[in-house]
């Protein structure tokens, strides 16, 4: 699966942005698809994470209630609604897709990540 994050950008705290992660290859609606964001200098952190079907999704617990993730399973493609954003959302946001939610949190839990995007919050 090849996978390609899009959507970052600069914005004011408060605002909102929306990331988008197309993927082309393998069949992509069968993979749990997940987002993380890597600050300068730390470690990537789980952002959150869909289902194959998109029933359920799963967040971190400093976005839970201001982002929600989203895929059209019709166009490859998952997406991360980021609202309310906060100077300390600044981070790269990288897409990634895994076999199980089971290992949701975890960036060995998947297999394949998009390039990144930067999203850059000013307060």
């Known amino acids: 699966v090849q996978l390609q994050a899009s959507g970052g950008g600069l914005v004011q705290a408060g605002g909102a942005l929306r990331l988008s992660c197309a993927a082309s290859g393998r069949t992509f609606s069968g993979y749990v698809m997940g987002w993380f964001g890597q600050a300068p200098g730390k470690e990537r952190e789980f952002v959150g994470a869909i289902t194959s079907s998109g029933y359920s999704a799963y967040y971190g617990d400093s976005v839970r209630g201001r982002f929600t993730i989203s895929r059209d399973n019709a166009k490859n493609t998952v997406y991360l609604q980021m609202n309310s954003l906060k100077p300390e959302d600044t981070a790269v946001y990288y897409c990634?897709?895994?076999?199980?939610?089971?290992?949701?949190?975890?960036?060995?839990?998947?297999?394949?990540w998009g390039q990144g995007t930067l999203v850059t919050v000013s307060s």
């Open positions: 990634a897709a895994g076999p199980t939610i089971a290992s949701r949190g975890t960036p060995a839990g998947y297999d394949y």
